[in-house]
Structures are given as structure tokens and as C-alpha cells.
């Protein structure tokens, strides 16, 4: 029976459907596991077939494809390890996520989830079905050419003395997850394989259920995330833990631009089972479920010098950014397109959008290594210019001169409200991040269009700001899209949308304006986050994986010094003026979208907190009439978003998030509640 255990985890960036992919990025991660000497790897929650297939996975064809890949795994196996990999199960006529245990020559047993996913952007109840607890069942002639019974279901395992069990990512989020059970069978280690999608805060809630588990089950709990933008909207962030007796003994990177990594950590069993041996908790003697494989013994480990792993608190202006430009990464290079095209406005929104595709670049050459960064351009059709160390003075100054311009084109798109602040900050952008800039005025074709309007009204219906404000500022917004769209079509590139979750709620986005588009990297931020990420880039730059240096952007300064406006009007406009003060927005929308809240509760909770403290009572109540009048008649418009990264708790998409009627009585019974409400004293 092992003393010290060496496990190892792995993170992949996985392709929905891509089997061979996705082997292959398996295979990698098991050779650089057996280069650390691991007696175990944990690989994440489907990673065969990919975490996001879908409604592919009710297709027959390709659920009976997938088990022919675990002897393609076993194969580059050693002797000696364990690997677990997800996938799906189709078992009398139900879909099940499981997760095998190989060895080289053995499949020792599928462990199926028991909870599923159903809050958020998951939906894993329309796929699966969660395996009922305590039960056990035994496959038979499953791969042809393995004929050996195949234990599945709720079982864990016994290999040469060490007790492996495991819980499937949601499994150890909820109240009685199989932890406490797996405890009372004694087991030395828990495996967490998990397709956990990235959210600010995220990460401590992670870590504490890791850390706790290790602690409260007295064993080693191993936990791993895949890892990138795998399906388009939900970005993973590669997290990957080893926590044994209470403390995490090995924490990864995170929302690394590598396709696989491997990381290890050697472990004491003997100090957890020392510490179940003085728990209170009763230990069972026999289980149906375990399986024995008396067949199978680990390699030794030396006696190793386990210490605690304690990592630094993450800045969230910068974790924000590197998921938004990983996932642009991603997009880029998994739909082979060659880069973006952005009508750069000079202000806030398009302006962070701008800065996170340079940033992409940036990170993918300092993570990947130029020869390897330029494989995946060329397979995009970009070609860019070999770097030169004695030309360029490091890669950020290689990216601007030689990749920025084949990457993106950005255009600046004037019209007669538009001034010269935005014009300057959107040409000193490009210009520093070395993007291809045009510019251009809209004010001829928004005359045109006008004039065609006007020319079949009658005279007293001619089109006049006083009467026809929104008609107008709408024609401006939409006019920018065809020319947009033309070089983005010209030039083989994804249009990028510049609207953001706080207007996008409320429906303060154009449709065919700004949110016209092939993805909308934004389109999970809220505006308040936005303006303090752009100030965060200009003060701090943006720290760089693999690298001490830092990827920095100081002409964005001509952005963050201005108020935010769509310059649409004649007079003076501010976004903040059309709606409410962003601060106040995002919190009403944080109270309705998070917590569930109706209207009422909104306006108690507003009450208590810290913007009573600067509005009055009937300000507040008509903020939150104002919020959930525009969010309920725009409801057709979040139908209509482009595909948007998921980074804060809540999301604006209708699809994979919150789902809201198109039509509805609009709250109207709520609302005049809340009219008639008096002054609230606390």
C-alpha cells in the first residue's frame, strides 16, 4: 500500500465533437504526466467528446463513436498509471456523464454523475440523465475487442490499497454531495473532473470546496477545469487543484493560451488516514460498490516535501481581461478566421474590445513562442513577417508593426454630431496597437436616407428631432453597419459587436447598429466594469503569462478621459443622462438577474444599501420602474444579440442564460405598486 502518491491534473482545451482532437490533446497530457512520474491523472468532465456538444448529443452515430477512443488512450498509458477521462454514456436508452478509470491494458469502472447542472448557462437535464445513488451496474461487450465486465455507475475503487472516488463537478456543489459518503468508505482520494465555466468570484468558491473537501473527507482532493473558449460563448479557465489535509498543495495557471497542461503535486495518504482514524465519523466495513483490482500496483514515490500552495488574490480588471482575450483567441483561431473587423467609435465600449484582440495577440506569442504563434496565423491565412530579435525590440513591438495590421481593422465612422475627442481617440488607439485604421463620414448616407423618408411624408410629418429623436439617432447607428460589414467580408474577419451587458439589458443598443456582429466580447461585462477596466489598462497594463514584461496600451488614455456618449443627438448627449447612473443600473440589474427579485424587493433592497445614501426615495423608484420597463419591452432585442463571452454572474443572453418572455404584461401590476409606495424607513 503507497505511502506518497503522485497525482497529476490535466487541462485541455477541448473542440465540441473533435474526437480525435480531442485524444490527442489527452495523449499529450498523459506523456507530460509520466515525464512527472504521476501514479494518477485527472483529465477534465468530458473532455473526449467536449463539454458543449449540445443537442449532438442525441445523436446516435456519434454517442456509439466515442467508447472506441479509450483503447486509443489506454495504448499510450505506462505501466503503473491511472488516467481518468470523461465522456458520455448511452446506456438503456439514457444519456449519462461519466468518467472512466484506465489503466494500459483495463477499463476498472465508468463513475456516473449523480447531480447535474441546471442554473445559469447549464442545461445538463436536457441531456442527461443524473444517476441514482448507491446503485450499480455491469457493462458487457461495450468496446468490441474488450471483453472484460465493465462496472458503471455509482462505484469507486480499490488499486493496490489506495481508495479513489469521485464527484463530477456539480456533484460537489451541492448540500449532500457523494463526499460525505465516499468518506464513510474510507476513501484516500477524491477525483473532481469538471467543465465549470469561468464567472468573476468563481475561483474562491473553488478553492473552498477543494480545500474543505480535503479537510472534512480526510483525503487528497484533486480537482481540474477544462480549459478555453470551447463552444463559443462559455470561456474555461484551466483551473486546476491538489488539496490534501485542509491546505491546496498545487494550484495551476489560469486561462492559460496553451492547448494542454499537466500539473502534479506528491501527497502523504498516511496523514489523512491518521486523521480518519481519530475522526468521530463512522466508517463502513463492506460496500457492493467498491471495485478491487488486485492486478494493478503503483510505482514508488519518494518521500517528498508537501507544503501548502497559497496563491496571490487576482486583480479582477485583469482576470476579466485575460478570459475576454482568450476567448477572442479561441474564436480566431478555431473558426480559422482571419481576425477581426471593428468600428472603433472612440469610446469606451469598442475601445476595450480593441485593446483585448491586441492583447490576444500579445499573450499568444509570449505563451505559444513566435514559431508556433505563426503556425496558427497561417492557418488562418495570416502571414505576417518571421520575428526578428535584432529588428524588433520584444514581441509587443513585433505584434504592433507586423501582425496588428493583418489581425484587425478598425473604422472610425463620423457623422455631423460627431466631434473631434472621439475621432482623436480612436485614431491614437489604432495607431498604438498598430490596428489598420480608416476613416470615414456617414453624414451623406444619413442625409440619403432622410431625404427618401421625407420625400414620401406629408409636410406635417416631416422628420424633426422635437418629434422623431429616437428615428433619428437610430438611423446614424444602423447606417454604420453595411461598411463595417463589407471590410469584414472583403477581408475574411469577424465583425466584432461593441454592445455591453448594462445597456444590453435594458435594451440601449441598436439593433444592426452596435450590435451587429459575428461575437460580442463585451456583451458579459457590465458597463460600470468597463470603465474601470480601461482606466485599470491605462495605469497598470495588463500582466502577461510566461513572461515578466506587461502588455501596455497608454493611448487609451484619450478614451477613459472623456464621458461616455453615443454622439447621436445635436445637443450634448450622455449615456448616463438617457439612462441612470451605470453604478445604480448594474446593481438593479445584479438584484433582479442573480437573486430573483421582483420589482418591490428591488427598491426595498436599494433602500438599505449605500445609493440611498445619495438618491431620494422617489429617484430610486423611478431608476427601478425606468430598468424593468425598458428590460421587459426589449426582450426581442436580447433574442437578437450576437454570441457574447459569459464573465460576470449574470448574462443579457436569452439563450444560455435568463430566459424572459418576449411578450409579457411588462410587470404593470409591480410597477404600479411600487408608484403608490411610500417613503421607506430603516
Same mark, same amino acid.
Given at each position: 500500500?503507497?505511502?506518497?502518491?503522485?497525482?497529476?491534473?490535466?487541462?485541455?482545451?477541448?473542440?465540441?465533437?473533435?474526437?480525435?482532437?480531442?485524444?490527442?490533446? /489527452?495523449?499529450?497530457? +498523459?506523456?507530460?504526466?509520466?515525464?512527472?512520474?504521476?501514479?494518477?491523472?485527472?483529465?477534465?468532465?468530458?473532455? &473526449?467528446?467536449?463539454?458543449?456538444?449540445?443537442?449532438?448529443?442525441?445523436?446516435?452515430?456519434?454517442?456509439?463513436? +466515442?467508447?472506441?477512443?479509450?483503447?486509443?488512450?489506454?495504448?499510450?498509458?505506462?505501466?503503473?498509471?491511472?488516467?481518468?477521462?470523461?465522456?458520455?454514456?448511452?446506456?438503456?436508452?439514457?444519456?449519462?456523464?461519466?468518467?472512466?478509470?484506465?489503466?494500459?491494458?483495463? &477499463?476498472?469502472?465508468?463513475?456516473?454523475? $449523480?447531480?447535474?447542472?441546471?442554473?445559469?448557462?447549464?442545461?445538463?437535464?436536457?441531456?442527461?440523465?443524473?444517476?441514482?445513488?448507491?446503485? #450499480?451496474?455491469?457493462?458487457?461487450?461495450?468496446?468490441?475487442?474488450?471483453?472484460?465486465?465493465?462496472?458503471?455507475?455509482?462505484?469507486?475503487?480499490?488499486?493496490?490499497?489506495?481508495?479513489?472516488?469521485?464527484?463530477?463537478?456539480?456533484?460537489?456543489?451541492?448540500?449532500?454531495?457523494?463526499?460525505?459518503?465516499?468518506?464513510?468508505?474510507?476513501?484516500?482520494?477524491?477525483?473532481?473532473?469538471?467543465?465549470?465555466?469561468?464567472?468573476?468570484?468563481?475561483?474562491? @468558491?473553488?478553492?473552498?470546496?477543494?480545500?474543505?473537501?480535503?479537510? !472534512?473527507?480526510?483525503?487528497?482532493?484533486?480537482?481540474? *477545469?477544462?480549459?478555453?473558449?470551447?463552444?463559443?460563448?462559455?470561456?474555461? %479557465?484551466?483551473?486546476?487543484?491538489?488539496?490534501?489535509?485542509?491546505? /491546496?498543495?498545487?494550484?495551476?495557471?489560469?486561462? @492559460?493560451?496553451?492547448?494542454?497542461?499537466?500539473?502534479? #503535486?506528491?501527497? %502523504?495518504?498516511?496523514?489523512?488516514?491518521?486523521?480518519?482514524?481519530?475522526?468521530?465519523?463512522?466508517?463502513?466495513?463492506?460496500?457492493?460498490?467498491?471495485?478491487?483490482?488486485?492486478?494493478?500496483?503503483?510505482?514508488?514515490?519518494?518521500?517528498?516535501?508537501? !507544503?501548502?500552495?497559497?496563491?496571490?488574490?487576482?486583480?479582477?480588471?485583469?482576470?476579466?481581461?485575460?478570459?475576454?482575450?482568450?476567448?477572442?483567441?479561441?474564436?480566431?483561431?478555431?473558426?480559422?478566421?482571419?481576425?477581426?473587423?471593428?468600428?472603433?467609435?472612440?469610446?469606451?465600449?469598442?475601445?476595450?474590445?480593441?485593446?483585448?484582440?491586441?492583447? !490576444?495577440?500579445?499573450?499568444?506569442?509570449?505563451?505559444?513562442?513566435?514559431? *508556433?504563434?505563426?503556425?496558427?496565423?497561417?492557418?488562418?491565412?495570416?502571414?505576417? !513577417?518571421?520575428? %526578428?530579435?535584432?529588428?524588433?525590440?520584444?514581441?509587443?513591438?513585433?505584434?504592433?508593426?507586423?501582425?496588428?495590421?493583418?489581425?484587425?481593422?478598425?473604422?472610425?465612422?463620423?457623422?455631423?454630431?460627431?466631434?473631434?475627442?472621439?475621432?482623436?481617440?480612436?485614431?491614437?488607439?489604432?495607431?498604438?496597437?498598430?490596428?489598420?485604421?480608416?476613416?470615414?463620414?456617414?453624414?451623406?448616407?444619413?442625409?440619403?436616407?432622410?431625404?427618401?423618408?421625407?420625400?414620401?411624408?406629408?409636410?406635417?410629418?416631416?422628420?424633426?428631432?422635437?418629434?422623431?429623436?429616437?428615428?433619428?439617432?437610430?438611423?446614424?447607428?444602423?447606417?454604420?453597419?453595411?461598411?463595417?460589414?463589407?471590410?469584414?467580408?472583403?477581408?475574411?474577419?469577424?465583425?466584432?459587436?461593441?454592445?455591453?451587458?448594462?445597456?444590453?439589458?435594458?435594451?440601449?443598443?441598436?439593433?444592426?447598429?452596435?450590435?451587429?456582429?459575428?461575437?460580442?466580447?463585451?456583451?458579459? +461585462?457590465?458597463?460600470?466594469?468597463?470603465?474601470?477596466?480601461?482606466?485599470?489598462?491605462?495605469?497598470?497594463?495588463?500582466?502577461? $503569462?510566461?513572461?515578466?514584461?506587461?502588455?501596455?496600451?497608454?493611448?487609451?488614455?484619450?478614451?477613459?478621459? $472623456?464621458? =461616455?456618449?453615443?454622439?447621436?443627438?445635436?445637443?450634448?448627449?450622455?449615456?448616463?443622462?438617457?439612462?441612470?447612473?451605470?453604478?445604480?443600473?448594474?446593481?438593479?440589474?445584479?438584484?433582479?438577474?442573480?437573486?430573483?427579485?421582483? =420589482?418591490?424587493?428591488?427598491?426595498?433592497?436599494?433602500?438599505?444599501?449605500?445609493?440611498?445614501?445619495?438618491?431620494?426615495?422617489?429617484?430610486?423608484?423611478?431608476?427601478?420602474?425606468?430598468?424593468?420597463?425598458?428590460?421587459?419591452?426589449?426582450?426581442?432585442?436580447?433574442?437578437?444579440? #450576437?454570441?457574447?463571452?459569459?464573465?460576470? $454572474?449574470?448574462?443579457?443572453?436569452?439563450?444560455?442564460?435568463?430566459?424572459?418572455?418576449?411578450?409579457?404584461?411588462?410587470?404593470?401590476?409591480?410597477?404600479?405598486?411600487?408608484?403608490?409606495?411610500?417613503?421607506?424607513?430603516?
Amino acid at each position: 500500500m503507497p505511502h506518497f502518491f503522485s497525482v497529476s491534473t490535466g487541462v485541455i482545451n477541448t473542440i465540441p465533437v473533435d474526437l480525435d482532437h480531442n485524444v490527442s490533446l /489527452i495523449k499529450k497530457c +498523459i506523456a507530460e504526466a509520466a515525464q512527472q512520474n504521476a501514479d494518477l491523472l485527472l483529465l477534465p468532465e468530458l473532455c &473526449i467528446s467536449g463539454y458543449g456538444c449540445e443537442d449532438l448529443f442525441y445523436v446516435q452515430s456519434f454517442l456509439e463513436s +466515442i467508447p472506441s477512443c479509450l483503447p486509443q488512450i489506454m495504448k499510450v498509458i505506462p505501466e503503473g498509471m491511472l488516467v481518468a477521462a470523461g465522456l458520455p454514456i448511452w446506456y438503456e436508452g439514457q444519456i449519462y456523464n461519466a468518467c472512466a478509470l484506465l489503466s494500459r491494458d483495463r &477499463i476498472l469502472g465508468l463513475t456516473c454523475k $449523480q447531480y447535474l447542472a441546471r442554473t445559469g448557462i447549464h442545461y445538463e437535464h436536457r441531456w442527461f440523465a443524473p444517476w441514482p445513488r448507491g446503485k #450499480a451496474r455491469i457493462l458487457e461487450n461495450w468496446i468490441e475487442g474488450y471483453d472484460r465486465p465493465i462496472p458503471l455507475g455509482d462505484v469507486f475503487y480499490q488499486v493496490d490499497g489506495v481508495r479513489i472516488g469521485f464527484e463530477i463537478c456539480e456533484d460537489s456543489w451541492v448540500a449532500h454531495r457523494p463526499g460525505n459518503e465516499l468518506y464513510t468508505r474510507n476513501v484516500d482520494i477524491i477525483l473532481n473532473p469538471s467543465a465549470s465555466h469561468f464567472s468573476i468570484g468563481k475561483q474562491e @468558491s473553488r478553492r473552498n470546496f477543494v480545500k474543505d473537501g480535503s479537510r !472534512a473527507y480526510c483525503c487528497v482532493y484533486a480537482y481540474t *477545469n477544462l480549459l478555453g473558449n470551447e463552444a463559443g460563448r462559455a470561456i474555461y %479557465d484551466g483551473d486546476s487543484m491538489i488539496a490534501s489535509n485542509g491546505r /491546496i498543495v498545487m494550484h495551476s495557471d489560469r486561462l @492559460s493560451f496553451k492547448e494542454c497542461a499537466t500539473y502534479n #503535486a506528491v501527497v %502523504d495518504l498516511d496523514e489523512n488516514r491518521n486523521n480518519r482514524i481519530i475522526s468521530s465519523e463512522t466508517i463502513l466495513t463492506e460496500d457492493l460498490n467498491r471495485i478491487v483490482d488486485n492486478e494493478f500496483s503503483f510505482r514508488p514515490v519518494e518521500d517528498p516535501a508537501v !507544503a501548502a500552495c497559497e496563491t496571490d488574490t487576482e486583480i479582477e480588471e485583469y482576470v476579466i481581461c485575460r478570459a475576454v482575450a482568450l476567448g477572442l483567441w479561441d474564436f480566431m483561431r478555431k473558426t480559422r478566421t482571419g481576425g477581426f473587423a471593428l468600428s472603433l467609435s472612440g469610446g469606451a465600449d469598442s475601445a476595450l474590445c480593441a485593446c483585448m484582440i491586441y492583447y !490576444a495577440q500579445v499573450q499568444a506569442i509570449y505563451s505559444l513562442g513566435h514559431q *508556433n504563434y505563426l503556425k496558427v496565423l497561417s492557418a488562418s491565412r495570416l502571414n505576417p !513577417a518571421p520575428y %526578428d530579435e535584432e529588428k524588433y525590440k520584444n514581441y509587443q513591438e513585433y505584434i504592433r508593426r507586423e501582425v496588428m495590421p493583418l489581425v484587425l481593422i478598425t473604422l472610425y465612422q463620423g457623422s455631423k454630431h460627431s466631434g473631434p475627442v472621439t475621432f482623436n481617440a480612436a485614431q491614437k488607439l489604432a495607431e498604438c496597437i498598430g490596428a489598420k485604421h480608416y476613416s470615414w463620414s456617414i453624414s451623406e448616407l444619413v442625409a440619403g436616407y432622410e431625404k427618401l423618408v421625407n420625400d414620401i411624408l406629408p409636410e406635417d410629418q416631416k422628420l424633426c428631432w422635437e418629434r422623431d429623436d429616437l428615428t433619428l439617432q437610430n438611423i446614424q447607428a444602423r447606417v454604420r453597419s453595411p461598411g463595417i460589414w463589407m471590410l469584414a467580408n472583403k477581408f475574411n474577419k469577424l465583425l466584432v459587436a461593441t454592445s455591453n451587458l448594462s445597456e444590453a439589458s435594458v435594451g440601449y443598443c441598436t439593433m444592426d447598429g452596435d450590435t451587429s456582429g459575428v461575437i460580442s466580447p463585451i456583451g458579459g +461585462i457590465s458597463k460600470s466594469k468597463i470603465l474601470k477596466i480601461n482606466r485599470f489598462i491605462m495605469n497598470e497594463g495588463l500582466k502577461l $503569462q510566461d513572461s515578466a514584461d506587461r502588455c501596455t496600451i497608454a493611448d487609451i488614455s484619450y478614451v477613459v478621459n $472623456q464621458q =461616455p456618449t453615443a454622439e447621436l443627438r445635436p445637443v450634448e448627449q450622455t449615456d448616463e443622462n438617457d439612462l441612470m447612473p451605470y453604478p445604480l443600473l448594474d446593481e438593479i440589474r445584479r438584484l433582479s438577474q442573480t437573486l430573483n427579485l421582483m =420589482p418591490k424587493d428591488v427598491l426595498i433592497h436599494l433602500t438599505r444599501g449605500q445609493f440611498a445614501r445619495t438618491f431620494s426615495f422617489e429617484q430610486l423608484k423611478a431608476f427601478v420602474i425606468k430598468y424593468y420597463r425598458l428590460y421587459c419591452r426589449n426582450q426581442w432585442k436580447r433574442e437578437r444579440l #450576437a454570441v457574447g463571452f459569459h464573465i460576470e $454572474q449574470d448574462s443579457a443572453d436569452p439563450k444560455t442564460f435568463r430566459r424572459f418572455p418576449v411578450l409579457s404584461n411588462q410587470f404593470e401590476k409591480q410597477l404600479e405598486e411600487i408608484r403608490n409606495m411610500e417613503n421607506i424607513k430603516y
